[in-house]
């Protein structure tokens, strides 16, 4: 069995995450690969995905849009958990009912389960424009991310592709 991690990630933060994810997935002994979305043509050779993007504006990036465009197929055929990356603060906003807007992307997908992580903000990376976009919304620069919240969702997606493979599947 060996898993897919595959991430848009604009300023590194959400890819940080899919490593992680990675790192729990092999500590339970499956095989994976952690790429970014630019680097994935093929899903052949893969037994199961994991499939995040960063979210800016409550969508995810154009990359990961087209991605699932191409793949949706091939992402339905196969076990499939999807991720997103965006929230801040302390409490995470938008709150996670209201941070990501992916149902056609749900739709297309059939995933077993959609996450919805905390980010980091680190002002400096962002462009004239972005800047201002936080300023408007006073967003609060910090890293927000739930490590331990993340490798506990690798380790049920770990549990779930180990029941699976035990019946056979």
């Known amino acids: 069995m060996t898993v897919l991690v595959v991430v848009g990630s604009k300023y590194g933060a959400t890819h940080e995450i899919a490593e992680a994810i990675g790192r729990e997935l092999r500590e339970h002994g499956l095989a994976t690969d952690v790429r970014s979305i630019g680097d994935v043509d093929d899903l052949a050779s893969f037994t199961a995905v994991v499939l995040g993007s960063a979210v800016y504006a409550g969508h995810w990036l154009d990359e990961a849009r087209r991605f699932v465009e191409k793949h949706a197929e091939e992402l339905a055929a196969r076990p499939t958990w999807l991720f997103s990356s ?21 739709a297309a997908t059939r995933p077993r389960e959609h996450r919805v992580f905390a980010g980091r903000l680190d002002k400096s990376k962002l462009s004239f424009p ?40």
Request: no cysteine; aromatic share 8%; hydrophobic share 50%.
């Open 86 to 106: 965006g929230p801040i603060g302390d409490p995470p906003r938008p709150s996670e009912d209201d941070a990501v807007q992916i149902e056609p992307i749900i």
């Open 130 to 169: 972005e800047r201002a976009i936080v300023f408007a919304f006073r967003a609060v620069e910090g890293d927000f991310r739930d490590w331990d919240a993340i490798a506990a969702w690798a380790g049920e997606i770990a549990d779930a592709l180990e029941a699976s493979a035990a019946r056979g599947e």
